[in-house]
């Protein structure tokens, strides 16, 4: 079976905050771009560190998916904190 070529896609936006635990501690980021569209961020290794830049803007390289819940994704291959 041959595997599914995932295409990167380039987005800019900000770093917000979209989940949070009882502690009221961020613990999930998303992607605000300037079209008004939301990509939640993967917690992988580049996502994880992408929470360090909350309220900044950033442009990520990766692959977008939707979730079980319908909503945008993107696994973050690459940033760079403009």
Not at 42 to 62: F, I, M, P, S, W
Request: hydrophobic share 40%; glycine share 6%.
């Amino acid at each position: 079976m041959a595997l599914k070529k995932v295409q990167n896609t380039t987005l800019t936006g900000i770093v917000i905050p979209a989940d949070w635990n009882d502690r009221q501690e961020v613990i999930a980021a998303a992607l605000a771009t300037a079209d008004e569209k939301e990509y939640r961020i993967c917690a992988v290794k580049k996502g994880k560190e992408l929470l360090g830049e909350l309220q900044r803007e950033v442009e990520v390289t990766g692959a977008l998916d939707r979730d079980e819940k319908g909503r945008n994704v993107i696994a973050v291959r690459r940033y760079t904190v403009k």
